[in-house]
């Protein structure tokens, strides 16, 4: 197969679909536009959720590294010496230790259940970005007490009557609202609500946040140990590298030390499992429904033009000619309808990003990187190429008196 | 040039076998304008496409310029219609969706001897012969049918091939343009010496034939130089 007959196959393939029936040309680009999107929609989706859930547990839940209490113990003893020794090590921008204790809200009629957790607000600025989500009010500084700040759910809507809730809430707690908070010790206060917060991570919105201080008056003693302390790591250093620095200077000792990939592994891996699944599944059904309709529409192309393919062949054009006709025409309508998908898959792409599908326990997008659209397109032109030249192939070996009597 | 020997195709259509061509002997001259004649169903067009490469006999030899065609392989088939044969076909058998220029360039473009600038040479040239030069533009759904055939025979010619076959060309065009279609052929036979073997049911159109043979239930019945043929004025 030389240069001349690649250039004669082209020229047929560019000149029947130049002068071919344009509405099945459209239409069969936007086939395959619409095969890409499906292709990439729901992967990238579900990458979307994982990508949300497992910020969110950064953000929110285990930063980069969390030391939590070894096996069959409460808490992490002996806090003030591991947090000393934890932020002078290298990699690591800032340890924050969370102190939980249940308690029982009272504003007004309303009666709630919610658990307090006590932070040191400076640090815990540094390893969570709880202080950017407020919605009302301010975070917690340093020396307050007295003060509380609570996740928006909790504070509940004035408007929105009790039964009415889809959750039970205080019933509309604004900033400067006084509550009651009775611990589980029988201690009780009046808290003022220094701020509400809304980050969309549930567990965190469901809780209220009290200064370390506070919370040493409530146990009524000096609190060295935490129910778990949260690493947040310096850019450039990688999660692994900052596990194995604090077991190489013993706080695998005191504590159990994992990654936030290793908790992901544990917590939401097998949910992450479950989307790989069925991505897998649906890109198998995409590439399959792909393959059969562009196979369907090149053998009917093919059907139709089967006198024509005779004719070709009775004046001495290669088979190979006739069959890369066909490639072609399948290679530029494969090209021309990856170009649509991709299109259609970034704009849905942007329209997610500013509108995405908001949940109580994450918020899903289309989480789409360069490389998904190259291996989509890849795995889409090969589809197409192998449902173009299968029936060409056929269609090029016929005799040529059986072709041209069709 | 060529020579057919015990040419037979059999077709079967269930039990029953059906004789196109029945033994068909017969030596074709180069420069000939020969014209293959007879009522439907007689074994012309079968012999014709046996002789042009787009049919395989059941039995028999066909020999063209000292090579037996038989044994060629499909390739070696694909390259001999292109280099050596011209085809033109009673219904035109034009690319549709390939301008007049680019129908009739098609064959030249996949000629390894030929060049981009020759082959764009001689498809003005031939259109020039043909007087469609002005019409090289046009799909061939906007010309008339004449002037399609006229197409045809062009690329048919742009090779120059050895061997002009010629399937009932006129067969669906009125009389006029058959005469502007045949006087074609004959001056091409004339002007370049190029052997022709035409099929044709049409009587009048023994007229420019230099040999006639005829054909009956897949058999020869009569082969005769035609004593006063049509020359071109």
Partial sequence: MGQKELKVAFLLALRSLQRGSRSSTLLTILIIGMCFTNMIFLPSMFSGIGQSITQQLIDYEVSNVLVSPKSGEQYITDLDSTLDLINGMPGVQRASPQYSKGATFKYRQRVLGISVRAISPADEKEVSPVYTRMVAGSYLGEGDTGEIIIGKPIAGDPTVRQEDEFQASLGGVRVGDSVTVEYGNGYTRDYRVKGIYLTGWSPVDNAAFVTWTDMEQVEGKTLDQANYITVRAKPGYSEQFIKNELLAYGVGVTGNVQTMTDLLSKSVGKVLQSFAIINAVSLVVSVIITTVVLFIVITIKTLNSRKQIGILKAIGVDKEVIMHNYGFQVIILGILGIILGIFITLVLAAYMSVHPIVTPEWSAYLYVTPMDLVINSVILFCAAAVAGYVPAYQVSREEIQTAMRA | ?233
């Fill in chain 2, 1 to 233: 040039m060529i020579e057919i020997t015990d040419l037979r195709k059999i077709y079967r259509m269930g039990n029953v076998e059906v004789r196109a061509l029945d033994g068909v002997t017969l030596n074709i001259e180069k420069g000939e304008f020969l014209g293959i004649m007879g009522p439907s169903g007689s074994g012309k067009s079968t012999l014709l496409h046996m002789l042009g490469l787009l049919d395989l006999p059941t039995s028999g030899r066909i020999v063209i310029d000292d090579m037996d065609i038989s044994r060629f392989t499909d390739y070696e088939k694909t390259m001999f219609r292109l280099y050596k044969l011209g085809y033109v076909f009673q219904d035109y058998a034009l690319v549709p969706d390939l301008t007049v220029m680019e129908n009739v360039s098609l064959p030249a473009m996949l000629r390894k001897d030929r060049t981009e600038e020759q082959t764009k040479k001689d498809s003005f040239s031939i259109l020039q012969k043909i007087g469609l030069c002005d019409r090289r533009d046009h799909l061939p759904r906007e010309l008339s049918g004449g002037q399609q055939q006229r197409v045809s025979l062009a690329r048919a010619m742009v090779n120059k091939p050895d061997i002009l076959f010629a399937d009932e060309p006129c067969a669906n065009l009125d009389t006029e343009n058959s005469r502007v279609v045949l006087e074609l052929f004959k001056e091409i036979n004339e002007s370049m010496h190029q052997t022709i073997v035409m099929v044709s049911h049409e009587d009048w159109h023994k007229e420019y034939f230099h040999r006639i043979v005829r054909m009956r239930d897949g058999r020869i019945v009569s082969d005769g130089i035609n004593d006063a043929p049509k020359t071109t004025a």
